[in-house]
């Protein structure tokens, strides 16, 4: 059985101040919710504040990029030493906004993605296609490209987490439909049992991300193939985030 997650991506949003009022908030609502793992990906600068502020909780704590290499001339850059140092278990990785604005490919995804795994952190693997390459009719093609050249020479995928985050659907409000969003990860799954195999295939954890809010979780999560969300703007919520952790 693959256990739920339910993960906020919180982007460039919360100060530290704003970071607390938001975890204080969701502490309580969460606390109980036994059934699904619970994730902030958070801004490198709160990892500190936040690592202390769910200290002792049911909520993991994420980054939401970081650099392969462990020192060296990088600046702005965080390393996975750095990630180890505050206890972080999770790290998006290749997210779309970060292929998009800051030029990541396949192949950086992948090198983050190894290096991620020999620091002992759980890469969350985003992958997805823009409107352009879906009325392209290439979706499934690319979803699949970007699976395997992201964890080409992954051997052990149980720490890896993927996300499935049609570009289009990301904070605009569409989502993708319940059905369509699980054929995809259905897609992204035969994909990793082509590279690892049918027992790695059956226990990794795909999640949907892209206005995933509480008004559609249940659809979503219902679907088969759909294990999780990765969330931003309905993280931002206590109320929000919430719901979506407790939906079932
Ligand atoms: P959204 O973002 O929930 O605001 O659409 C999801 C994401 O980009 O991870």
């Not at 759980?122 to 992958?127: D, F, N, Q, S, Y």
């Not at 897609?187 to 008004?215: C, D």
Request: with cysteine; aromatic share 4%.
């Amino acid at each position: 059985m693959r256990k739920p997650i339910i993960a906020g991506n919180w982007k460039m949003n919360n100060t530290p101040a704003q970071a607390k009022e938001l975890l204080e908030g969701l502490k309580p609502l969460v606390a109980d919710n036994k059934t699904t793992e619970v994730v902030v990906c958070v801004p490198a600068i709160l990892i500190a504040d936040v690592k202390k502020l769910i200290e002792g909780t049911n909520i993991h704590l994420g980054a939401e990029n970081m650099h392969w290499e462990e020192s060296g001339a990088f600046t702005g850059e965080i390393s996975p030493l750095m990630l180890n140092a505050y206890d972080v278990e999770y790290v998006i990785i290749g997210h779309s906004e970060r292929r998009q604005y800051f030029a990541e490919t396949d192949e950086t995804v992948n090198k983050k993605v190894l290096s991620a795994l020999a620091h002992g952190l759980k890469p969350i693997m985003c992958v997805g296609e823009t409107l352009e390459e879906r009325e392209a009719g290439v979706t499934d093609k690319l979803v699949a490209e970007q699976t395997e050249k992201g964890l080409a020479g992954v051997k052990d995928i149980s720490n890896v987490v993927i996300a499935y985050e049609p570009v289009w659907a990301i904070g605009t409000g569409k989502t993708a439909s319940a059905e369509e969003a699980n054929r995809v990860c259905g897609v992204i799954r035969q994909t990793v049992e082509k590279m690892l195999g049918s027992e790695a295939a059956a226990a990794i954890r795909i999640q949907y991300g892209g206005s995933m809010k509480p008004a559609n979780v249940a659809e979503l999560m219902a679907q088969p193939e759909i294990d999780g969300g990765l969330i931003g703007g309905a993280a931002l919520k206590a109320a929000d985030f919430s719901a979506l952790v407790n939906n079932q």
